[in-house]
Structure formats: C-alpha cells, structure tokens
C-alpha cells in the first residue's frame, strides 16, 4: 500500500504532471540483504511505476523517506517498542515516510505508482525489516529535466566473437523496449555467447563537452549521433572504468551502446557526465569505483553485530564457509558458519559474532573472518557430511563448481518463534533438516560451552551411507572424542560414532542424530 504524505515540511505539493510514467524494476537479491537496483533518476513531479519483487527467502519492504533521514536509525528505533512495530508489519511511524510498500513475503509482488516530489533532491529508499537497513537501501534521485536515456531500445543477439561484430550485417534474436530506460545486460538468462545493441537518445540541456564512461566484461562502446566516443573492445574483466569526451548542442542526441558476452561474468557499466552535472550512470549495474575510488578494506568502518536475547544471522561471505554462507550468532557467546554449498557445518566459534564492516560498508567484498575467538572448522575443507563409500576412512568429496556435490539439492532455512534457523536440503532420496542450540557462556575463556547439533533423516538413503562429524587428528576419550591438534580442541560426542581413520563417522539411518561439539577450557 503506497501511503503518499503530502503534508511535509521540505517537500511542495506534488503535482499531477503529464509526463511519461518511469517505470522500474526492482527485485531483492536472494541471500544478499540488498536490492538489485541501488539509484532511479526521475524528473520532479514525474509519474513513477515500481514493479517491486522479493526474490529472497525473508520479508522485504519498500520505503521511502526525505532527505537527510537516517534510515538506519529510523527502522532501529522501531526496537524501543517491538510489539508496537510488529502490529506495524514494521513499518515505522515516521512523518518522513511519504511513499512505502507493504511487508513482501518471500516471492511476492507489488506494483507501487505514485508521484515523484516536486522538490529536487536525493530521496533514500530502504527496507525497515529488522536489521536489514544497514544494506538494503538505495537512492530516489530527483533532478529538472534529467539528462538520462530517454525511448531507450534493444536488440539481443545470439554468436561467439572475441571483438565486437558488426552488428548492423546481423539478424537480431529478439528486440523490445527497456521500460525502465536503464542498460541492463542480463535478458533472458543467457550467459555466454550473446550480444546486445541498446538505442535511444540522450537530452542535453546545455551545450557544452560532455564525457562518456563505459567499464565491461566483456567488450563494449558508446556512439553518441554515430560517432565513437569510448570503446573498451575484446575479453577482459570489467576492471578498468574508461572514458571519452564529446561537444553536444543543446537537444536531443541518438545514443547508441554496443556490448558482447562470451564468457565468463557479465557487467556492463555504463555513465556520464556534463558541465552541470555529476557523473550520472546509465546502466543498473554500478561499477565499484563509479563516483571515483572506492575505500581501501582498512578503511571500512567496523560494524560489529551483537547477539542479545535471540540468534542473529548474517549472510555473506564467511572466511572458512565459502561463499554461500549464513552465519548463525547465538545467545551466550556461541557461533556457527554454515555453508549453502556443501550443506554442512563449515566454522564454529566462541565469544563476539562478526564484523559486517567489510561487506556493509561502500561494496566491500572478500571474505569476513569470525569475530570472536576459539574458531576451529571440525568438518575440514568445505565438504558435505554425507557420503557414500564402502570405506569411511578414505577421503570425503571436495567442491566442484560444475558437478557441485552428488545428490545435494538446498533448501533454505527456516526459523521458528526464537529465530533460531532450521536448514534443509536433499541428499538423493533422503530429507534433512539440521538445527543448532547451545549451552555454557562462550563469551567466558574459562568457560564450556557446547554446540548441541541435532539432525534428522527422513525417506530413503543409499547403501553405505555415512555422516562425518568431525575429521583431523581425532582420539577417543571414553564416550567421547577429541578433535584438534593443537590449540583449539572439542570434544564430540554421538550415539554410535566410531573412527575411521581420520574421519569420526556414524551410520546415516533415518531418524534423529545428535551431536554435542562442547569446547575444551
């Protein structure tokens, strides 16, 4: 539901203007805490069209504000009364919200149109969910007469080339209208051996030189009234933003972008910039050094995530977890790294949580290592639990991008009423579900404190299937097991585990596991 506040102190009274809807599309990206569309420029007063999406597996919302709101602070204040915003949907009650969505389910849509300020301005937009403001945000810019793509067209086609072709001897695959007037080169799911042409035109309020950046991967150039301004030509990563310079008249000038994919990741970065304005881009995706630099990982500013009364969770990168990992902050001083890829236990730590700093902070990338102390990853190299082999001592399978791992189909997660996640996947015929609770204070070195981990098989699983619990120099200890060399060390306990060689293994039959991973003082 769009709520259009008009009564605010910096914003005029919108006015019902007669231009052509901007129509957008923006979709949250699955597993990411981000939206997939970071910046929309729109004239004020301009009809606005939002195709909204929640791609991800939790509750998203659209919500936009004036400018200068701290959007973080304001979707944090909900806290204060948690049952107050929870009647809500957490929406906050702030004067300063103008237009906003409904809470989106995972996979729901919503269509908001509504009418851009009248106010020139940078208008932020934000989910309000808890915790999510920190990353998923972006910016409704508000500019007279903006200088973007206007009728902006494509044309997709389909061959393998190491330069740029001559496209104009080709026969599209398919052409339509870019509704959203934003270069995007991501259509119909291709992902190697493509080409795209994007054509239009560009408005220029104001003669003078204007400068054209282009940054891709593969190959790529702007023609403005069919001249060449910038090329970045042949196979390369989209590493190196370029540039070229142009005098345009006041009015209307044919833009042309010319791309190709043959393999590999594609991105296609795409600005400019005139005597009177800001670099402005042209393209959805967002070159991470677009405004000129970006930030030395040093320099992020720590953003340590701390655990209360419920479990926290944070999905990114995690050192020791790959790049599919959701990382699982629990009460007292407990903490797990699961990955996605291998559907196991990938890192197990004590004390504080994680530092989101490297990946909330600009568009920091990499991995994040553990906060905390006392990490161990009892399982190895990122590697499913389950296997089948006639001998459980010999080597478990390692990652394989292109075959992945045999059998293994995730699911996603779940949480219940504490917020505590369940994860589920398949293993050929079998259903799986692993959860996680712990014991002790984590946060005291002097402390034990234990990881309970409880697995449950369902359905039928193969002949000479086994589960690993932990894997390294292992030796009994009664009931129980010791892991680690040196340093750090667990002792793991299971009904029916047994070493073989330098795996700890247990049967995999249907029914419930469970397993006690509980750290040495």
């Not at 569309?37 to 939790?58: C, H, R, W, Y």
């Not at 701290?70 to 237009?99: F, G, V």
């Not at 006041?250 to 590999?264: D, I, M, N, S, T």
């Not at 002097?446 to 193969?462: C, E, F, K, S, Y």
């Amino acid at each position: 539901m769009i709520r259009p506040v008009l009564a605010l102190p910096l914003l005029a009274v919108f006015s019902a203007a007669a231009a052509e809807p901007a129509v957008f599309k923006i979709k949250t990206m699955t597993a990411q805490m981000k939206y997939d569309t970071a910046e929309m420029l729109v004239e004020p007063s301009q009809p606005v069209k939002i195709q909204f999406e929640n791609g991800d597996d939790l509750p998203h919302n659209l919500v936009f504000c004036q400018p200068g709101t701290d959007t973080a602070a304001m979707a944090l204040k909900q806290m204060e009364k948690p049952d107050e915003a929870l009647k809500r949907n957490w929406l906050p009650d702030d004067p300063r919200i103008w237009a906003h969505s409904k809470m989106l389910n995972p996979h729901e849509k919503q269509e908001l149109t509504f009418t851009a300020p009248e106010k020139p301005g940078t208008y932020p937009y934000v989910c309000t969910f808890p915790g999510h403001a920190l990353t998923m945000r972006g910016e409704l810019k508000v500019a007279p007469q903006a200088e973007g793509l206007k009728d902006l067209q494509f044309a997709l086609y389909l061959g393998n080339w190491k330069q740029l072709p001559d496209f104009a001897k080709l026969t599209p695959h398919r052409t339509g209208k870019v509704e959203d007037n934003r270069i995007a080169v991501k259509l119909d799911d291709y992902k190697n051996e493509f080409g795209v042409v994007f054509t239009g035109r560009i408005e220029v309020t104001k003669k003078g030189s204007h400068r054209f950046y282009i940054a891709s991967d593969d190959g790529a150039r702007i023609l403005i009234d069919g001249k060449m301004v910038v090329e970045s030509d042949g196979i390369h990563p989209a590493s190196t933003i370029k540039e070229g310079a142009i005098v345009l008249d006041k009015g209307p000038h044919e833009f042309r972008l010319e791309y190709f994919q043959a393999a590999g990741n594609i991105e296609l970065y795409a600005a400019y910039k005139s005597a009177a304005s800001q670099i402005t881009p042209l393209s959805t995706w967002l070159h991470p050094n677009w405004k000129g630099g970006g930030k030395k990982q040093k320099d992020f500013d720590p953003i340590p995530l701390v655990v209360k009364d419920e479990p926290v969770i944070y999905r990114n990168f995690i050192q020791g977890a790959g790049n599919r990992a959701i990382g699982v902050g629990y009460p007292g001083g407990v903490n797990i790294a699961w990955s996605a890829e291998s559907m196991n236990l990938a890192v197990l730590w004590r004390g504080a949580f994680i530092d989101a700093g490297r990946h909330w902070n600009s568009r920091g990338g990499g991995h994040q290592p553990p906060l905390g102390y006392a990490a161990c990853r009892p399982t190895g190299e990122v590697t499913p639990a389950l296997h089948v082999t006639a001998d459980p001592a010999s080597a478990w399978p390692v990652w394989d991008k292109v075959k992945r791992y045999d059998g293994f189909q995730w699911k996603g997660y779940s949480l219940d009423a504490k917020r505590s996640p369940t994860f589920r996947y398949t293993w050929h015929e079998a259903e799986v579900t692993e959860t996680f609770t712990s014991s002790g204070d984590g946060n005291k070195a002097d402390g034990t404190p234990a990881l309970i981990r409880t697995v449950q098989l369902t359905g039928i699983l193969p002949a000479n299937a086994w589960y690993r619990l932990a894997t390294g120099k292992t030796t009994a200890q009664g009931a129980a097991f010791l892991v680690g060399e040196s340093g750090t060390k667990l002792r793991v306990t299971c009904p029916g585990a047994r070493l073989a060689g330098p795996n700890l293994v247990v049967a995999a039959q249907p029914g419930p596991l469970s397993i006690r991973y509980e750290w040495l003082p």
